[in-house]
DNA sequence: CGGGATACCCAGAGCGTCTAGGCATGGAGG
DNA sequence: CCTCCATGCCTAGACGCTCTGGGTATCCCG
């Protein structure tokens, strides 16, 4: 319904695995906690955003057992995944800085 | 391929006619402008965005001519415009803190 | 005369997100 | 016991927006 969110998912994703190997459920649960619940991650979006990822050799997966000892896919970053996570947070920066100038200023016409 | 601008086009343009009405020209000039060239408007998503937003109700168009003698379309904003506007900025403020506090951010796991 | 800026428009491709399902396990509460 | 919810993964198809790559027209400048 938002609409926000579209272009910046892969982004999130790949920074919620920068500390570490998360799985899919894990991924989503603590970008909803660490954005205080300002952004939603709907399972039919991370799925198949998860697989772009890594198809695009930013991830790789490994099945593992979860925290709470179930069946559980891990991601991890590669080294272009790592680059990609840095160029992100420059080129967000940049593009939310033009639109907060634009959106949360009250400026002349 | 950026992509970032994705969902979030429709409410920069609505801002550029916040203060007196633009052509549709002057919008994609301005925000440009505006936002330090961070964000560039493609006239294939500008021109579809606006017909978009007249339909929504959001904004009414008018034949008029522009600062250089030129025929163009001028665009203000309706009272349900108006109000999308401020909807559409706290919206973006609390988006784009959850989005900088996990892309900016160096924080534990 | 050529190129660039101003100013509008469209068709279709492309792609990412969401809806709405499905499957399986385990613990908590009626 | 049985139902519900959380955990955990997945998919097909709809939907919507942006972009590519065209097109038109006027005007100014070199």
Redesign the interface.
């Known amino acids: 319904m938002?609409?926000?969110?579209?272009?910046?998912l892969d982004?999130?994703i790949l920074?919620?695995v920068d500390?570490?190997p998360r799985h899919g459920y894990g991924i989503a649960r603590w970008?909803e906690e660490?954005?205080?619940d300002?952004?939603r991650i709907e399972e039919g979006s991370l799925y198949p955003a998860l697989y772009r990822l890594e198809k695009k050799g930013w991830l790789t997966a490994e099945w593992g057992t979860s925290e709470l000892g179930r069946r559980a896919k891990f991601y991890r970053l590669t080294a272009a995944g790592r680059r990609r996570v840095h160029r992100?947070?420059a080129?967000?920066?940049?593009?939310?800085?033009?639109?907060?100038?634009?959106?949360?200023k009250a400026e002349?016409?």
Chains 1, 2 share one sequence.
Do not use: P
């Not at 938002?2 to 910046?8: A, I, R, S, V």
């Not at 080129?91 to 949360?104: K, N, Y």
């Open positions: 938002n609409g926000w969110l579209h272009g910046t982004a999130l920074k919620a500390r570490g970008i660490t954005s205080d300002a952004i992100d947070a080129e967000w920066s940049r593009f939310a800085e033009g639109v907060s100038r634009i959106l949360l002349e016409a």
